[in-house]
């Protein structure tokens, strides 16, 4: 099975930058579509960004033009580039994938990022 693995969480400054990775134990990345999802404490996990396996993104209002997905399909990793943070980025951050054939999702265990008031 594929396993989901987050790191680069940590503190940030408000206006200063994080970039999370998620790591997939196996082979074919760019055969799943790639998310990174948040939940704020007391807040339901809601969608940052998603990438599919075609490289179309799309992004949540609250971080277009802050935040970046990417692909590296050979290190079988997908990248959050998190810019211009800001407190309510506050959350723990899940990486996501989902086959694009079977339809089988897999989630990471999380990473906190905590951005100063």
């Known amino acids: 099975q594929i396993h989901l693995a987050e790191s680069g969480g940590g503190l940030g400054q408000p206006g200063g930058s994080l970039r999370l990775s998620c790591g997939i134990s196996g082979i074919g990345a760019n055969f799943y579509h790639m998310g990174w999802y948040r939940q704020a404490p007391g807040n339901q996990r809601e969608w940052v960004a998603i990438i599919t396996r075609t490289n179309v993104t799309i992004y949540a209002n609250s971080v277009k033009g802050r935040f970046t997905i990417a692909r590296a399909n050979a290190e079988n990793t997908v990248y959050l580039q998190m810019n211009d943070l800001q407190p309510e980025d506050t959350a723990v951050y899940y990486c996501?994938?989902?086959?694009?054939?079977?339809?089988?999702?897999?989630w990471g265990q999380g990473t906190q990022v905590t951005v100063s008031s």
């Open positions: 996501k994938a989902k086959h694009s054939t079977t339809g089988s999702e897999y």
